[in-house]
């Protein structure tokens, strides 16, 4: 037999697969040791064939393999060829996904603790012990026959010399064990609840037929109880699940709450890990010692088999989709493997993506609903304030005067407030505090980006550029702002105002370390009154019973986000922050503050109408030919020679103007340009733009790959990005 192997998969840019005599025992998945030029190098089996096209007499053999099992599934390496075609990436990069870094010439060693266990009935040793050697008599005191322990333990009541002269002496004797180093999360008692009437449908429904399913549950509907429901029946089928959140600061409420009631069979993957932790926990699955696979979107790739079920927890969120190499779309990957394993998937959220639930309209997935709060308690009431007024009252500071109000009356009742600041990026924009003008795009109707270096505004959408704004075109007011309130700030404020209460900070800047999110999020749970104050990261998942008051800074950052989902995205945002209020037995209040208080969105967001929300959506979309009705395409071209990268995105240009005039009716949008940020770690940034209808997707994408596959050299890098979240 032949083996093809992927060797040297760290550093080299192209992928290298060659082919080995197979040994008797080789197996598609192995990691096997090969000759490779004058060395021995690692690499991987991915598959076996008959005949090979290298002359026989040239080719080596595998030398032994490395494992006493397989580190990729068979399902894998199928995962490995779709991937390869769907984004065009290496074999390698694939690996990369599947397989820790350890187990590609990475050194984490599995963790090894020292114990000793005592061999020699200490009572009888003791008797040929000098009487003034005090330390060892208490330590064969201390010991008992047939006992281990831990060795640091002993060393530090008894100390080293003690210890030492008693394994000299063969009383104790030395065994390394390997450990599993386990992610901690925070203990919390399972409440199992009886399952609602409408919760139990969803559940039957889901265990009833292998299909897709969209289940649209609001904020506080018990979706978290209707996923342990579901995955306990999969459980006790002899299955295994996979259930994926967004982000690592929701991970540590979820996984107690699943560590709680399925203890040992969950395994937690995502990258706030430690190099060690993910090892030992994708050990853990491969073995089959954990059943449960909860993580961020790389948990999609865990080396589990036999899966009953796949679950996808706030669908619409953005990070289920890999921006930097290797780029994925988690949704593609969820659908292939529910696919190979012949079990549903089942992607749930308050606030949908507006193509998935378009999706559910045309029957790719089927619409599960939740359409209310557990025990029939009432969304919280979303009250509109009007900041433009304010000013105009008076009031120039980052807090109304209604919020204020019922921050005091919140931490008088001694309850928990939630103050969110909404930054998205770092992207900023122009806005009129006279009127609430913001300039948009005149082609696009996208908010423009004010480039501080440049001092320009900036489509990201068409490239167009415009002068930054100095009198408001509306009202002719020359009080122009740009720029966001930081957490900060905020926090410093409410110092000051409420000189007793525990205030705490949420955001990039406090969360760095490990464990940070969870040490904030416990100290929160513990006090009362408190306020937490945080950017998205206190948006999503949380359950705290105490939390009556959500206050919203500016709700309109995201609004103008230079983005044509922003409307849709703060639209989710404000309704997920405004679901962490009165979740449990006190009523909820949410004080929105906005600069644009009559923006469609807002009227939507206070009602909680994300029917009509969606139909209005949908159809500016369709007008202005937007995702979902295209998709967008960027190529992205850089290089440190600006000459260079210029004629090869003019060369690229060419030939793409070529597929659009085979393909006339398909693209919507085709034009080449600088990047807005014409310029990154001193490589000079171009692009080609493009949005195309679906019809032929797939076709015009293998194309274009073809085209940079043609022009993309040491010199010149060339990035595809299939709908790209972010275009500077
Ligand atoms: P969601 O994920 O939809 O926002 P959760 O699953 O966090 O909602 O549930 C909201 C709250 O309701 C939680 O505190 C949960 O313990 C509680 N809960 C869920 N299901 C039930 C039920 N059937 N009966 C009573 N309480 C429930
Ligand atoms: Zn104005
Ligand atoms: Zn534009």
């Known amino acids: 037999m032949i083996a093809e192997v992927i060797v040297d998969i760290t550093n080299s840019m192209v992928d290298k697969v060659f082919d080995y005599n197979a040994l008797s025992d080789t197996v598609v998945g192995q990691r096997v040791m090969v000759p490779f030029g004058k060395r021995s190098i690692q690499g991987f089996v991915i598959s076996l064939k008959q005949q090979s096209s290298v002359q026989t007499d040239k080719l080596k053999s595998i030398l032994y393999a490395i494992d006493d099992y397989q580190v990729i599934l068979p399902e894998h390496i199928e995962l490995m060829h779709f991937m390869v075609k769907k984004y065009h990436l290496r074999y390698a990069d694939c690996l990369r996904l599947f397989i820790p870094s350890e187990l590609r010439g990475d050194t984490v060693k599995p963790l090894v603790k020292t114990y000793v266990e005592v061999c020699v009935d200490t009572n009888s040793y003791k008797k040929n012990v000098r009487s003034n050697a005090k330390n060892i008599l208490a330590l064969c005191d201390y010991l008992k026959i047939g006992e281990s322990y831990l060795k640091s333990d002993l060393t530090s009541k008894f100390t080293q010399s003690a210890v030492n002269k008693l394994i000299d002496d063969k009383v104790l004797k030395i065994r390394q064990v390997e450990q599993n180093r386990q992610p901690i999360s925070y203990a919390v008692k399972d409440t199992r609840h009886n399952l609602t009437v409408m919760q139990k449908n969803a559940v039957d429904e889901v265990l009833k037929k292998q299909d897709n399913y969209l289940l649209f549950g609001v904020t506080g509907s018990g979706k978290t109880e ?58 853990r699955i491969l073995f089959k010692q954990a059943k449960i696979v909860i993580g961020a979107r790389s948990a999609i790739f865990a080396p589990i088999d036999n899966i009953g079920i796949i679950i996808i927890d706030e ?24 696919q190979y394993n012949h079990c549903s998937l089942l992607l749930a959220s308050a606030t949908p993506d507006i193509s998935s639930y378009l999706k559910a309209q045309n029957g790719e997935y089927k619409l599960l609903t939740l359409p209310k709060r557990v025990n029939d308690r009432p969304m919280p009431k979303i009250q509109i304030v009007d900041m433009l007024s304010e000013i105009r009252n008076g009031n120039t500071g980052m807090f109304s005067s209604a919020l204020l109000y019922e921050l005091d009356k919140c931490i008088k009742e001694k309850h928990q407030a939630m103050l969110f600041i909404n930054r998205r990026g770092y992207s900023s924009f122009m806005r009129c505090t006279n009127c609430g003008y913001v300039p948009k795009c005149t082609d696009c109707d996208v908010t423009l980006v004010y480039h501080r270096a440049e001092n320009k505004l900036k489509c990201h959408y068409c490239g167009k550029r415009f002068k930054a704004l100095t009198v408001c075109p509306n009202c002719k007011s020359t009080a122009i702002r740009n720029g966001a309130v930081g957490t900060e700030q905020v926090v410093a404020k409410l110092h000051e105002l409420y000189k007793d209460v525990p205030v705490f900070q949420m955001d990039n800047d406090t969360t760095r370390t490990k464990n940070a999110y969870q040490n904030i999020l416990s100290k929160f749970a513990q006090s009362k009154p408190a306020i937490l104050v945080g950017t998205q990261m206190i948006a999503k998942g949380h359950d705290f019973s105490d939390v009556t008051l959500v206050g919203i800074i500016d709700a309109d950052q995201s609004l103008y986000h230079s983005d044509y989902k922003s409307t849709e995205k703060t639209f989710e945002l404000i309704t997920q922050m405004a679901g962490r209020a009165g979740r449990d037995k006190e009523e909820g209040k949410v004080i929105l503050q906005t600069y644009s208080p009559r923006h469609y969105a807002y009227r939507y967001i206070a009602n909680y109408d994300y029917k009509n929300f969606f139909e209005k959506e949908l159809n500016i979309r369709k007008n202005t030919m937007f995702p979902p009705f295209t998709t967008i395409l960027r190529l992205l071209f850089s290089a440190q020679n600006e000459e260079i990268v210029r004629e090869v995105t003019k060369l690229c240009y060419t030939e793409i103007k070529n597929i659009r005039n085979e393909y006339l009716d398909e693209f919507v949008y085709l034009d080449a340009m600088k990047s807005p940020i014409t310029k990154i770690k001193n490589k000079i940034r171009y692009q080609i733009l493009m949005r195309i209808k679906h019809n032929h997707e797939d076709e015009i994408i293998q194309k274009i790959y073809q085209v940079c596959d043609k022009y993309q050299s040491a010199k010149v890098s060339i990035f595809v990005e299939i709908n790209p979240q972010n275009l500077s």
């Open 226 to 283: 209707v996923y342990m429901s579901i995955i306990e029946n999969i459980v006790s089928q002899g299955k295994n699940a996979i259930m994926l959140v967004p982000e690592i600061s929701l991970t540590p409420q979820m996984l107690s709450r699943f560590r709680a009631r399925f203890s040992d069979n969950v395994a937690i993957l995502h990258s706030g890990l430690s190099a060690g932790e993910r090892f030992d926990e994708w050990r």
């Open 315 to 338: 669908e619409h969120e953005t990070s289920y989709i890999s921006e930097s190499n290797p780029r994925y779309n988690t949704f593609d990957i969820a659908k292939f493997r529910s």
